[in-house]
């Protein structure tokens, strides 16, 4: 089983609830109406996309990863590119299907099963930082301190203060 599959029953729960998203915005439809929710959701979905696929590129670049092994086994600990900014991008970019998923509906049961798959997401991640300082140990604590888990707002404006103050020490 792939390390990131370990305590794989909230995977299941929060894959499951992606499809069931989907299959309420299939037949529920948009009740509200409210188109401009409907945008923000596609500039969100793009976002979330460019997340979710970016890890991979990232990892196999940076992470010193084995060809026989699964990109997701790193050998070393990857602090730049998207992981300067957010821990767990992939995570971040399946949480935001579920919020895309929520404004393309509008509709009450969607936005249950989104909030609960959102919280499933975030438990994921809390795992994931566990298993991480088993892997890494300090290095990692030290990380978890600069660069937050999955808040992309803060990770930016930390990550342009950290370019800002390196050009104020030159």
């Not at 998923?101 to 809390?126: A, F």
């Not at 999955?150 to 020490?169: A, F, S, Y």
């Amino acid at each position: 089983m792939k390390q990131w599959m370990k305590g794989g029953f909230l995977f299941y729960v929060a894959s499951v609830l992606l499809v069931l998203a989907y299959i309420f915005l299939w037949f529920l439809g948009n009740p509200a109406g409210i188109e401009e929710l409907r945008y923000a959701g596609w500039i969100i979905f793009a976002v979330g996309i460019v997340l979710i696929f970016l890890p991979r590129f990232v990892f196999r670049s940076k992470g010193k990863v084995k060809k026989e092994n699964d990109w997701t086994e790193t050998t070393v600990l990857v602090d730049t590119g998207i992981y300067s900014v957010v821990r767990h991008p992939l995570y971040l970019g399946w949480l935001l299907m579920y919020l895309v998923i929520m404004l393309w509906s509008q509709h009450w049961l969607t936005i249950i099963v989104g909030v609960l798959g959102m919280t499933c997401i975030y438990l994921i991640s809390k795992q994931e930082d566990q298993r991480l300082v088993e892997k890494f140990g300090d290095d990692y604590k030290r990380y978890m301190s600069s660069v937050p888990r999955m808040n992309l707002l803060v990770g930016v404006i930390r990550l342009l203060q950290h370019k800002k103050e390196g050009e104020n020490d030159r």
